[in-house]
């Protein structure tokens, strides 16, 4: 039996880590703050270590006798979030948590990444050794990750046993937050008339990637980096996947490129009037863009993916229903 750590065991991918965990047998422990709302942890049985990101103390009593750190917390909903919030919670966060496990004699840490800390190309998808190239200005979230893995990156250099994860979209059942559905809920709302550009997506079911970041701890290598990821599609294959589990008419709505600078620019404007917007600007530009991915390292080494896409969007969407989001 291992014992684990989960920050960020509240969320999405952390609950399903955890469930996973529990499963096998291991014994888990999850960071959370007194106000934290435990739902997605019902029916799983956990120690409670009462902390934050923000409080090295309680990281370092959160980490006494513990095998494994997954450092999944971190503010994904980038589109929601305060951007100096974002980066201390990301980069500081993550500086806090490993010098925590470091301290308590954690022999591993699995570090939640993102594939938004990885460079893209229109023209082929890109894997873990592609460079964020994208303005840090226009994409702070992805940024705020690759300053993070820059921390993971010295900490390695100095002898801790560090393995860096780099999810892409994540699907499933259990997203309390929405963090991915807006997909499914803008498809239901608008349908037909629900816009599409030309770019494309990367996209994955989180069971799957809660089973790859155990394998992750188990046999991924010290200072590597693996892109967790299924299948890439276009915006009009997704679209319509999407349409067809939810059972309305697929969106046919084809929107220009050349309108995505225009309208990130009005997001830009609208929201520092405090005029609230479906999508932010950062979504509007990379809406245009390829962004796909190889996933071949983390199969080879972590196991190929047991969910295909079609039955994660429907578990999704059978789980928003029951959940009143739809």
Same mark, same amino acid.
């Given at each position: 039996?291992?014992?684990?750590?989960?920050?960020?065991?509240?969320?999405?991918?952390?609950?399903?880590?955890?469930?996973? @965990?529990? !499963?096998?047998?291991?014994?888990?422990?999850? @960071?959370?703050?007194?106000?934290?709302? @435990?739902?997605?942890? *019902?029916?799983?049985?956990?120690?409670?270590?009462?902390?934050?990101?923000?409080?090295? *103390?309680?990281?370092?009593?959160?980490?006494?006798?513990? +095998?494994?750190?997954?450092?999944?917390?971190?503010?994904?909903?980038?589109?929601?979030?305060?951007? !100096?919030?974002?980066?201390?919670? $990301?980069?500081?966060?993550?500086?806090?948590?490993? !010098?925590?496990? /470091?301290?308590?004699?954690?022999?591993?840490?699995?570090?939640?990444?993102?594939?938004?800390?990885?460079? &893209?190309? +229109?023209?082929?998808?890109?894997?873990?050794?592609?460079?964020?190239?994208?303005?840090?200005?226009?994409?702070?979230?992805?940024?705020?990750?690759?300053?993070?893995?820059?921390?993971?990156?010295?900490?390695?250099?100095?002898?801790?046993?560090?393995?860096?994860?780099?999810?892409?979209?994540?699907?499933?059942?259990?997203?309390?937050?929405?963090?991915?559905?807006?997909?499914?809920?803008?498809?239901?709302?608008?349908?037909?008339?629900?816009?599409?550009?030309?770019?494309?997506?990367?996209?994955?079911?989180?069971? +799957?990637?809660?089973?790859?970041? &155990?394998?992750?701890?188990?046999?991924?290598?010290?200072?590597?980096?693996?892109?967790?990821?299924?299948? $890439?599609?276009?915006?009009?294959?997704?679209?319509?996947?999407?349409?067809?589990? @939810?059972?309305?008419?697929?969106? /046919?709505?084809?929107?220009?490129?050349? #309108?995505?600078?225009?309208?990130?620019?009005?997001? *830009?404007?609208?929201?520092?009037?405090?005029?609230? #917007?479906?999508? *932010?600007?950062?979504?509007?530009?990379?809406?245009?863009?390829?962004?796909?991915? /190889?996933? +071949?390292?983390?199969?080879?080494?972590?196991?190929?993916?047991?969910?295909?896409?079609?039955?994660?969007?429907?578990? #999704?969407?059978?789980?928003?229903?029951?959940?009143?989001?739809?």
């Amino acid at each position: 039996m291992v014992k684990v750590l989960i920050t960020g065991g509240t969320g999405f991918i952390g609950s399903h880590i955890a469930r996973q @965990l529990v !499963q096998r047998g291991d014994s888990v422990r999850v @960071l959370h703050r007194e106000t934290s709302k @435990l739902n997605a942890l *019902d029916g799983i049985p956990f120690e409670s270590a009462i902390g934050s990101l923000g409080d090295l *103390d309680s990281l370092r009593v959160a980490c006494e006798g513990v +095998d494994w750190v997954f450092h999944v917390a971190a503010v994904a909903d980038y589109w929601r979030a305060n951007r !100096q919030a974002m980066f201390e919670a $990301n980069v500081e966060g993550t500086r806090r948590v490993l !010098q925590a496990a /470091r301290q308590s004699g954690v022999a591993r840490v699995v570090f939640t990444s993102s594939a938004a800390a990885v460079g &893209i190309d +229109d023209a082929h998808p890109t894997d873990e050794t592609a460079q964020f190239n994208l303005p840090p200005e226009h994409f702070p979230y992805g940024y705020s990750k690759v300053l993070a893995e820059e921390v993971v990156t010295e900490a390695v250099a100095q002898g801790q046993d560090v393995v860096t994860v780099n999810p892409v979209v994540v699907m499933g059942p259990g997203d309390l937050n929405m963090i991915s559905g807006t997909f499914m809920i803008q498809i239901k709302r608008w349908g037909v008339f629900t816009p599409i550009t030309r770019g494309g997506v990367a996209v994955t079911d989180v069971r +799957d990637v809660a089973r790859w970041h &155990i394998a992750a701890a188990e046999q991924g290598q010290t200072g590597e980096r693996y892109i967790l990821g299924t299948a $890439n599609y276009t915006y009009q294959e997704w679209f319509t996947m999407i349409a067809q589990v @939810l059972g309305v008419p697929r969106p /046919r709505l084809l929107v220009p490129n050349f #309108t995505a600078p225009l309208a990130a620019r009005l997001i *830009d404007v609208a929201r520092r009037l405090g005029i609230p #917007t479906p999508i *932010d600007a950062t979504q509007a530009r990379m809406g245009t863009r390829y962004v796909f991915f /190889r996933f +071949d390292k983390a199969w080879r080494a972590l196991g190929e993916p047991q969910i295909d896409m079609k039955q994660s969007l429907q578990d #999704t969407y059978t789980w928003y229903q029951q959940h009143g989001y739809l």
